[in-house]
């Protein structure tokens, strides 16, 4: 599938990279001098299946110079792809805006939201996650995105017996949640917002149903187990990539959470700290100007952020 569009006009973007012979992110700028978001819009509908086909094949695509606004303008862009829409569960705190449109993580700035997956630990993870930013930081905030397939390639070349042997086992993550928001953290969303109840007994059922049993602390907070939970996967349409579709770097060792194999082993220390130099040697630094609108194929990808100065206003929207 080629980039060929005579709608769009292929650019370039700092800390854009080549991977496996692909443009990470693929870089769109209108090609007809019209930037408004009807025109765009109208542009979206008619290759909706082209564009498609460029996320998967980019693994991220960048729309540049259109000239969207606002979460109104957002949504309208998000509508014109038909997606359904997939509930945010996890821990980070975010606010409804419009629509299908919410808040991205709202923890503090000055704190680096680590790669991951989007909801990677729930059974159903979203197929593509879109950020648009209204509001550029001064300085920092960039979203860093890494291709995931790399990450397992490389891990595979230096450690893979413990590779092997963690994916046969699977991986166990607990995590803790307030009973209410803490937007002092960025893992501070309450289990009350994250599951839509104050209702103890129907959010132990919500929990169940995604693949979670619960439990209870003496402050009214929650403890999540989560396992067995798979260390790679391969998804249809993606070149056979086994995907590094996990949290185990994120979640291992953490004041509020932890990972481990599914048995109880613990995971290698060395295993994690060269994981870790792995993602970050992998990364891309993507960074926003005004009314950027980025797609991201999240079963290709882990995504994070950088941290900022204030102010910085990006918005997002999670799709099957």
Known sequence: MEYSCEEFKVGKCEGQKLVDGESMPLVLHPNNGSDNIDSLV???????DWFEQMI???????????????????????????????????????????????TANEGPLEEFIYYHH??????????TVILFCEVPPPKGGETPFVPSFRVTERMLEEFPEAVED?????????????????????????WEDAFGTSDPAE????????????????NGGVKTILGPRPLTKVFDGRKGR???????????????????????????????KRCQEI??????????????????????????????????????????
């Open 42 to 48: 109208s542009t979206l509908k008619k290759n909706k």
């Open 56 to 102: 998967i094949k980019n693994s991220a695509v960048l729309l540049r110079g259109f000239n969207v606004k606002n979460a109104e303008d957002f949504n309208e862009i998000i509508e014109a792809f038909d997606w359904d829409d997939i509930r945010y569960v996890g821990p980070a705190p975010r606010t409804h805006i419009y629509k299908r449109i919410w």
């Open 118 to 127: 989007e909801m990677v630990l729930i059974k159903e993870s979203p197929k």
């Open 166 to 190: 963690i994916e046969s086992k699977g991986l166990q993550y607990t995590f803790s949640a307030p009973s209410k928001n803490d937007t002092s953290s960025m893992r501070g969303r309450g």
């Open 203 to 218: 959010a132990e059922k919500r929990a169940k149903a995604l693949g979670m049993d619960m439990e209870w602390l003496p």
């Open 242 to 272: 086994r995907m590094w579709f996990n949290t185990m770097v994120g979640m291992h060792g953490k004041e509020h959470s932890s990972a481990l194999m599914a048995d109880g082993t613990e995971i290698p220390e060395n295993v994690v």
């Open 279 to 320: 993602i970050e040697e992998e990364s891309i630094q993507f960074k926003w100007e005004k009314g950027d609108v980025l797609f991201l194929d999240n079963f290709a990808l882990l995504h994070g952020r950088r941290p900022s100065l204030p102010p910085r206003k990006v918005l997002v929207a999670t799709c099957k």
